[in-house]
């Protein structure tokens, strides 16, 4: 896996940078971790996930697949916050959809940022 999960008790943030292309399946065991931290399904934890130095190796029919999956998982995810950290043209279109989608699906916000600054503003906010 190119990825790596912490937890960030001060900020009680779920700190994710993936590097390198980035697919489904690695996106989905990374969700499967997320959901296995009671910090994140039972707590206030939010996510910040680093993109930078990546890019989405996803097709348009998986997209729909990980919005049917976040709308199994509306009821944990509803209200919280997801920032994104991207730095490429093509990771940033990927996003952009993505974010929308959830949210319309879930309620699940999720914003894109280009520093870690601003996304760890906008999750605090």
């Known amino acids: 896996m190119g990825y790596t999960i912490n937890l960030d008790h001060e900020y009680k943030l779920i700190r994710y940078k993936h590097t390198g292309n980035i697919k489904a399946e690695e996106i989905d065991k990374a969700w499967q971790e997320f959901l296995s931290m009671k910090e994140f399904t039972e707590g206030e934890y939010n996510l910040m996930s680093d993109y930078r130095n990546s890019q989405f190796?996803?097709?348009r029919s998986e997209v729909h697949?990980?919005?049917?999956?976040?709308?199994?998982?509306?009821?944990?995810?509803?209200?919280?916050?997801?920032?994104?950290?991207?730095?490429?043209?093509?990771?940033?279109?990927?996003?952009?959809?993505?974010?929308?989608?959830?949210?319309?699906?879930?309620?699940f916000k999720v914003e894109l940022f280009s520093t870690p600054e601003a996304a760890l503003e906008w999750l605090r906010s």
């Open 65 to 107: 697949m990980i919005i049917s999956f976040m709308k199994n998982i509306e009821h944990i995810v509803r209200g919280k916050k997801q920032s994104l950290i991207v730095d490429n043209p093509y990771s940033t279109a990927t996003s952009e959809i993505f974010a929308e989608r959830v949210f319309e699906a879930t309620g």
């Open 57 to 59: 190796d996803i097709h």
